[in-house]
């Protein structure tokens, strides 16, 4: 089945810009959706299909994906971004949603 | 405005059958493109997706899970209920009902997503 890797953790100073990474075979082909996470706390999409902001999230949010590498970028990062961020995709040849194993964002 | 909720028992036994419900609101899971899908995370870990249901009641599940899965729409209720068969430990999780808005324009993202309820399985 497809996989999705994610560092466990990611670290970014305050105001500065941080990048979290998900990699997958060839996962520029496929539709990536990210979520944030906060504890005791539901997910919220914050991009899908690569680029896109949800309504209510903000444009420091950005995403890209090409060849086999997806990342989120959060510019000029504050201390509510802090979270777990997941990664997605839809996996068209085994029919299934898949989840990256999450990054934990800390910002300092 | 969509939401969702989910419903079910907070503690099962071993060996038993679990049966969750998402009661939704704000949209119609009969749109083209509408999906709702289901995901657990155990505590202190990462997201597993269990299960979809899409408009046309097409129903796709883990490929590690399906042999215990069942998904189903009672769409004059705006309800999907999902039934995990023959609960372990292991399945102690919190278990989340989301939206897919419109494959078409959002892929599979999942744009809205319930609260989540606590299930735990202990003798």
């Known amino acids: 089945s497809y996989e999705l890797t994610q560092p466990l953790s990611v670290s970014v100073a305050l105001g500065q810009t941080a990048r979290i990474t998900c990699g997958g075979n060839?996962?520029?082909?496929?539709?990536v959706h990210w979520y944030q996470q906060k504890p005791g706390q539901a997910p919220v999409l914050v991009i899908y299909?690569?680029?896109n902001r949800p309504s209510g999230i903000p444009e420091r949010f950005s995403g890209s994906n090409s060849g086999n590498t997806a990342t989120l970028t959060i510019s000029r990062a504050q201390a509510g971004d802090e979270a777990d961020f997941y990664c997605?995709?839809?996996?068209?040849?085994?029919?299934?949603?898949?989840f990256g194993g999450g990054t934990k964002l800390t910002v300092l | 405005q969509v939401t969702l909720r989910e419903s079910g028992p907070a503690l099962v036994k071993p060996t038993q059958t679990l049966t969750l419900t998402c009661t939704f609101s704000?949209?119609?899971?009969?749109?083209?493109?509408?999906?709702v899908s289901w995901i657990r995370q155990p505590p202190g870990k990462a997201l597993e997706w269990l299960a979809l249901?899409?408009?046309?009641?097409?129903?796709y599940y883990s490929t590690s899970l399906k042999t215990r899965l069942t998904i189903s729409t009672d769409t004059s209720r705006n309800q999907v209920v999902l039934t995990m068969t023959n609960m372990d430990p292991v399945d102690t999780a919190t278990y989340f009902c989301?939206?897919?808005?419109?494959?078409?324009?959002?892929?599979?993202?999942?744009?809205?997503w319930g609260q989540g309820t606590t299930v735990t399985v202990s003798s």
């Open positions: 249901i899409d408009w046309d009641e097409d129903k």
């Open positions: 997605q995709v839809w996996d068209s040849f085994s029919a299934e949603v898949v």
């Open positions: 704000g949209f119609s899971l009969s749109t083209s493109g509408m999906c």
């Open positions: 299909k690569d680029i």
């Open positions: 989301a939206r897919i808005g419109d494959i078409a324009v959002a892929g599979y993202g999942m744009d809205v």
């Open positions: 060839n996962i520029g082909s496929k539709n």
